[in-house]
């Protein structure tokens, strides 16, 4: 058993009130993970379910051996069943019809640009109940046309509105074979705006978002500079793996969704 000295695990009080000045400026940059759609509801009244969660409804779909390997039962599915049945499966997961107040009032502020990880609309939602049109766009569209426009999403996994019988295996990402398609992230024309914004942002806020995917990480640990403007929303007591993990890449806020909410 390995065992972890937590007083070295202290995280640093973040100074909250320079954070909201910061976003207040107007280019700070909320980006998203899973954990920002609890409290959302799609139009079978469940929340949209997280990676492993969904890994085992296609297995159930499938009809074969439960696994909590996303890619996997994605691309075992993708080979044996019909893909017609998985894309009807997603859309019942992740077509939502209702947010909740938190994600209303961290939505109407006036962010640079939204980016996210996930299928559900749940930022365009949440900004058109503030009256505010945001944009739902993902790696696929020409950043000639719309890296200027202000009110985007930017949705690096594909978004739900763009599922088709062709997307399901390239730019959104849900199989082995999307992620390892051309239509990569890092190879796609706004892997290089992405960073821009990034070195231009007055903040960078990441809420649900477990930093799990290597393409981020390699993007923030490339740029150490950016490391003193980016924030972590955890939950209120986050575990010494998620304190040690996250430090390393920027400032750790433990207010959860809803305590970020509340602050800004």
């Known amino acids: 058993e390995i ?10 009080e973040v100074d909250t009130a320079n954070l909201l ?9 909320l980006f998203t993970g899973a954990g920002f759609s609890k409290g959302t509801l799609n139009i079978e009244d469940q929340e949209p379910p997280e990676a ?12 074969f ?14 080979a044996h069943c019909d893909k017609e049945k998985l894309i009807d499966l997603l859309k019942r997961k992740y077509v939502l019809k209702k ?17 996210t990880t996930n299928y559900d609309k749940c930022i365009e939602i949440a900004s058109s109940l503030t009256n505010k049109v945001v944009e739902c766009i993902d790696i696929g569209y020409p ?6 426009r202000n009110n985007l999403c930017i949705h690096l996994n594909g978004s739900i509105d763009s599922l088709t019988e062709d997307s399901i295996e390239c730019n959104f990402k849900l ?3 999307s992620y390892i398609s051309t239509d990569s992230f890092l190879t796609s024309d706004w892997f290089y705006y992405f960073k821009k914004d990034l070195e231009r942002s007055s903040a960078i806020i990441f809420a649900g978002y477990s930093l799990y ?14 490391k003193k403007k980016i924030y972590f929303v955890t939950k209120e007591y986050p575990d010494p793996k998620t304190i040690f993990t996250l430090s390393k890449f920027g400032n750790i806020l433990p207010t959860g969704i809803e305590g970020f909410s509340n602050l800004i």
Do not use: M, P
């Open 21 to 29: 000045r910061q976003i207040a400026t107007g280019k700070a940059i």
């Open 65 to 78: 051996n439960e696994d909590e390997d996303l890619r996997f039962a994605a691309d075992y599915f993708l």
């Open 52 to 63: 492993k969660g969904l890994s085992v409804e296609i297995c159930r779909l499938g009809e």
């Open 99 to 115: 947010v909740s107040e938190i994600h209303k009032n961290i939505c109407k502020i006036n962010w640079r640009r939204f980016y």
């Open 3 to 12: 065992k972890i000295d937590k007083k070295n695990l202290k995280q640093k």
């Open 143 to 148: 950043t000639s046309e719309y890296y200027k």
């Open 213 to 226: 995917d290597i393409e981020i990480q390699k993007i923030l640990f490339e740029n150490q500079e950016l």
């Open 175 to 177: 199989s082995t074979s």
